[in-house]
């Protein structure tokens, strides 16, 4: 049974910093890419970045420079290291793996991160 739990979301002002970590279970983690979405009222959920088996990333150009995604295989687990937030980065932050032999997406909880102004 795949589970992704989600911790690390809260209020910080603007210009500040959170680490979200997501923990995984039941797939294979080491040999799977990772990734991170949100999704803000009213707004699709969007792709923030993502991470490949091997720790190639990629990111929205929304974020680059100021959102970092790292994985630690031994923990089963991926990070996005967020600074210089804005509001507009205020959403629901969702942990996503992608099983590879059908496609299916598996997704967290969510975890809120409120920047305020």
């Known amino acids: 049974q795949v589970q992704l739990v989600e911790s690390g979301g809260g209020l910080v002002q603007a210009g500040g910093s959170l680490r979200l970590s997501c923990a995984a279970s039941?797939?294979?983690?080491?040999?799977?890419?990772m990734a991170w979405y949100r999704q803000a009222p009213g707004k699709q959920r969007e792709l923030v970045a993502a991470?490949?088996?091997?720790?190639?990333?990629n990111y929205a150009d929304s974020v680059k420079g100021r959102f970092t995604i790292s994985r630690d295989n031994p923990k089963n687990t991926v990070y996005l290291q967020m600074s210089s937030l804005k509001p507009e980065d205020t959403a629901s932050y969702y942990c996503?793996?992608?099983?590879?032999?059908?496609?299916?997406?598996?997704w967290g909880q969510g975890t809120q991160v409120t920047v305020s102004s």
């Open positions: 996503n793996y992608r099983a590879a032999i059908n496609g299916k997406d598996y």
């Open positions: 039941g797939i294979a983690f080491s040999i799977n890419a």
């Open positions: 991470v490949t088996r091997d720790g190639s990333t």
